[in-house]
């Protein structure tokens, strides 16, 4: 009788812990960080968390499974996200961005790049230095997207360097792009990848990058419920992950290697 009972015990403790514990992984689709199409999710974001799974089994013995659910915009992914205590939110999401206590964020896995874009006419700003920012820039208008770290980007023009700096609001980064490239007298800032797929997609705009106003004060991270323990250990994982080739393979795949060299946590 009471090896039968061992034995009963037994079967149930093991039928508890050998069920595979099942990750929500909630994604925007935003290219090149995931993009769905009829093979599956896929794009920088989606491989990254691959292998973050791929670490939990071999590193730290869990028998984990990923589903992943596409969503149809930012507010519902967050929302879904403080619901669902084992999930994880991709949404090319600027670390902090979401001011509340109701969610977390993962260690940065990449910086976010902001370009200082004008017309391919304009002149070069040759340092970044009031004299070189007033010549070059000094009788242009910014564009910009209120209540953006773009926007943060041109209010620091604005009051470091050309205080009566006329600035206009648009909507997206393909305004301004567009903006830019049909008037010299036009600058902005946009997200490196942001313009990075606008040339793949329109490569005889003629466009300049003004290196030396470059921004890298922000970095993307994942999106987590408050108290997950994902925090931690995709933290334990980047630390080794971001030193191997691996990292460095996948930024050049989906970015290209100039945007990996300059956006790579190092």
């Given at each position: 009788?009471?090896?039968?009972?061992?034995?009963?015990?037994?079967?149930?403790?093991?039928?508890i812990?050998?069920?595979?514990?099942?990750?929500?992984?909630?994604?925007?689709?935003?290219?090149?960080?995931?993009?769905?199409?009829?093979?599956?999710p896929?794009?920088?974001?989606?491989?990254?968390?691959?292998?973050?799974?791929?670490?939990?089994?071999?590193?730290?013995?869990?028998?984990?499974?990923?589903?992943?659910?596409?969503?149809?915009?930012?507010?519902?992914?967050?929302?879904?996200?403080?619901?669902d205590?084992?999930?994880?939110?991709?949404?090319?999401?600027?670390?902090?961005?979401?001011?509340?206590?109701?969610?977390?964020?993962?260690?940065?896995?990449?910086?976010?790049?902001?370009?200082?874009?004008?017309?391919?006419?304009?002149?070069?700003?040759?340092?970044?230095?009031?004299?070189?920012?007033?010549?070059?820039?000094?009788?242009?208008?910014?564009?910009?997207?209120?209540?953006?770290?773009?926007?943060?980007?041109?209010?620091?023009?604005?009051?470091?360097?050309?205080?009566?700096?006329?600035?206009s609001?648009?909507?997206?980064?393909?305004e301004i792009?567009?903006?830019i490239?049909?008037?010299?007298?036009?600058?902005?800032?946009?997200?490196?990848?942001?313009?990075?797929?606008?040339?793949?997609?329109?490569?005889?705009?003629?466009?300049?990058?003004?290196?030396?106003?470059?921004?890298t004060?922000?970095?993307?991270?994942?999106?987590?419920?408050?108290?997950?323990?994902?925090?931690?250990?995709?933290?334990?994982?980047?630390?080794?992950?971001?030193?191997?080739?691996?990292?460095?393979?996948?930024?050049?795949?989906?970015?290209?290697?100039?945007?990996?060299?300059?956006?790579?946590?190092?």
């Open positions: 009788m009471r090896s039968s009972i061992i034995l009963f015990l037994t079967l149930v403790f093991n039928c812990y050998s069920q595979s514990s099942i990750i929500t992984i909630n994604y925007i689709s935003h290219a090149p960080f995931a993009i769905k199409d009829s093979t599956g896929k794009g920088l974001e989606i491989e990254i968390m691959n292998e973050y799974v791929l670490w939990l089994k071999s590193v730290k013995k869990k028998d984990v499974t990923i589903d992943y659910k596409l969503k149809d915009d930012y507010t519902s992914l967050v929302n879904d996200i403080k619901k205590a084992k999930s994880i939110g991709l949404a090319a999401c600027i670390t902090g961005f979401e001011k509340t206590t109701d969610v977390e964020y993962s260690a940065p896995f990449l910086k976010n790049v902001s370009f200082c874009i004008t017309n391919g006419n304009a002149p070069d700003v040759k340092a970044k230095n009031s004299t070189e920012i007033t010549r070059a820039l000094g009788n242009m208008t910014a564009l910009t997207i209120d209540k953006t770290n773009l926007n943060s980007c041109v209010a620091e023009i604005k009051k470091l360097y050309i205080n009566d700096l006329k600035v609001f648009l909507n997206t980064d393909i792009l567009n903006s490239a049909k008037n010299v007298l036009y600058f902005g800032y946009v997200d490196a990848i942001d313009f990075w797929m606008y040339l793949k997609k329109y490569p005889n705009k003629f466009l300049k990058v003004q290196k030396s106003l470059d921004q004060k922000e970095t993307f991270s994942f999106i987590l419920p408050k108290g997950s323990e994902h925090k931690k250990l995709f933290g334990e994982f980047f630390i080794s992950f971001k030193a191997g080739v691996k990292y460095r393979l996948l930024l050049e795949k989906h970015l290209g290697g100039f945007m990996a060299q300059n956006m790579a946590i190092k």
